[in-house]
């Protein structure tokens, strides 16, 4: 999934809109099309980094889509500020996500040491209390995962709404942009299965310790 986004983005970042407008503009324009004036839009460095920062209230562009005006840019600045939309608006799943920041970054931070932790002592001691708590925050990472879905997919659908409402795109560069925005979904997709999928095999660990004794 990551090679096909990575294709995608190659290709599509070769091929201009036709209208001239960089990503920068595009940000700006969806921005005040919907009555927000009080977010910024910014360039970053790194490729692939684009995103928005609620706390902050900016519009984080990586350098090749905020100078340029390749379909892919335009399709990347537009779902970015689909995310600035969805905070003004206070999209419901947007709202849960920023909340459970603090307590996933928490997990995150050591959830691996306890899992691990938990295994080891689970194999020597038999206990499984240690590996429970680990399972615990692992679950509250792939809650996260899960909950970004809706948020970035109706970014997504947020942003290619606008471009054909703007005029910024005809039926060649819709197509492309609702290609490229998919291939960036199904990275989140991927990405939330496989924490599902790592949860449950922690979770078999457990119930097979207990059934073990």
């Known amino acids: 999934v990551q090679m096909n986004l990575q294709s995608k ?12 407008m960089t990503g920068a503009d595009v940000a700006l324009k969806m921005l005040h099309d919907n009555g927000i004036y009080d977010v910024k839009v910014v360039s970053t460095p ?19 889509v905020y100078g340029s005006n390749s379909i892919m840019a335009v399709a990347v600045a537009a779902h970015e500020c689909g995310h600035a939309v969805q905070h003004a608006y206070a999209y419901g799943p947007l709202t849960l996500r920023s909340k459970l ?18 295994m080891l002592m689970l194999s020597y001691t038999g206990s499984g209390t240690v590996l429970l708590i680990g399972v615990i ?8 995962s899960f909950i970004t879905l809706p948020v970035e997919i109706d970014a997504s659908r947020r942003a290619i709404k606008w471009l054909d409402s703007a005029g910024l795109t ?12 998919r291939a960036a979904a199904y990275t989140y997709v991927v990405a939330a299965l496989g924490s599902l999928a790592t949860l449950l095999y922690y979770v078999m660990l457990l119930v097979g ?5």
């Not at 790194?46 to 090749?64: K, M, Q």
């Not at 005809?170 to 925005?181: E, G, I, K, Q």
């Open 9 to 20: 983005f190659k290709k599509y970042s070769k091929i201009p809109t036709g209208n001239g």
């Open 46 to 64: 790194g490729h692939l980094t684009d995103h928005y920062n609620p706390a902050d209230r900016t519009v984080n562009l990586s350098e090749i």
């Open 101 to 118: 920041v603090p307590v996933v970054s928490f997990a995150s931070q050591w959830m691996q040491w306890l899992l691990l932790g938990g």
């Open 137 to 144: 925050l692992f679950s509250m990472t792939t809650l996260f």
């Open 170 to 181: 005809d039926a060649r560069t819709h197509s492309a942009s609702v290609d490229a925005l």
């Open 209 to 213: 310790s207990r059934r073990n004794d």
